[in-house]
């Protein structure tokens, strides 16, 4: 797999204290990476380094191939980025801030009209900026991050502040963004219920070591639903259910099945009642994601 973003050993200390341990981010091409974890937990840390604002403690950081210790002004040529808040001139009009930043960048001035459409600014382009809903801060934050034409785009903590609208609003444009434009999406958060909404990959970060790291998909795999019986004589009516083919557990005086289909619920029942056991009752329990991740970061058993 092609991976735009690669470090490896990535750490760094702020005297005794330790904020990032040992980081090895592996971000593929064309996907939205969700960066998860705690307040303090070390993202924005580790983003600042990413984007050379911050040198390491330990360790390499790999963009597009490239070391970034090597390569730095090539790399972030290519590279994007929103950190907390957007810088703008109050007093100027949406269209006056990006060219500013046009004339530094260099690029065509027809290149503002492509960015303010993509995040849905057009129509406020002669608005003066002061008079911007913070989701349109934001938009506009984006839209400034976009004007280079990057490949990577990096925002920490895009949607902080915003009303739900402006959440709604901001999740749809990011999810845009790799498919319309093939940009790889690096967006970091310390909500899941927003990650899961956005992100195809997902890394957890907790006290500043990764400890979690694959799709989004292969992390929804821990929420999967769980049956649980009690039944009379649980040990002996497990060990019926194994001799008959039936993966189970017996654990606080419950059965546990691996297999929760619906007709493997109903095997077991029948099963169980064929065998002379007496079944008081089925429960079906499902972890939701926001559990799973509050027990990676407590440090808890989640897997």
């Known amino acids: 797999m092609e991976y735009i973003v690669h470090t490896e050993n990535l750490s760094k200390t702020f005297g005794k204290e330790v ?29 600042r380094m990413l984007l050379g604002l911050m040198k390491p403690t330990s360790g390499d950081i790999h963009i597009f191939g490239k070391d970034l210790k090597k390569d730095r002004i090539e790399i972030l040529r290519k590279v994007g980025s929103l950190v907390e808040n957007p810088s703008y001139y109050p007093h100027l009009t ?63 903590e895009p949607t902080n502040g915003l009303d739900p609208s402006g959440i709604i609003e901001m999740r749809e444009l990011i999810k845009s963004l790799p498919t319309k434009f093939g940009i790889t999406v690096l967006i970091s958060s310390h909500l899941l219920s927003e990650i899961d909404q956005m992100a195809t990959t997902v890394g957890i970060v907790n006290k500043g070591k990764l400890i979690f790291q694959d799709s989004i998909d292969a992390m929804r795999l821990y929420a999967q639903q769980n049956v649980s019986l009690t039944v009379s004589d649980g040990e002996k009516a497990c060990r019926s259910l194994l001799a008959n083919g039936i993966k189970a557990t017996y654990k606080n005086d419950h059965i546990e099945l691996s297999d929760c ?35 990676m970061t407590r440090g808890e058993k989640w897997a």
């Open 19 to 47: 904020a990032v341990n040992g980081v090895e981010l592996k971000i593929p091409k064309k996907e939205i990476y969700g960066f998860l974890g705690p307040n303090g937990a070390g993202k924005t840390t580790t983003i």
């Open 94 to 156: 949406a269209y006056e801030n990006l060219e500013a930043i046009r004339i530094i960048l260099d690029v065509p001035p027809s290149r503002i009209h492509e960015v303010l459409e993509i995040v849905r600014l057009t129509e406020a382009s002669n608005k003066k900026v002061k008079g911007f809903s913070l989701g349109m801060k934001q938009r506009l934050g984006i839209a400034a991050a976009l004007l280079h034409n990057p490949e990577l785009l990096i925002l920490d």
């Open 261 to 295: 289909s619906n007709e493997k619920v109903a095997q077991t029942v029948e099963t169980l009642v064929h065998d002379g056991f007496s079944i008081y009752r089925v429960e079906e329990e499902k972890r939701s994601l926001e559990e799973i991740f509050l027990q």
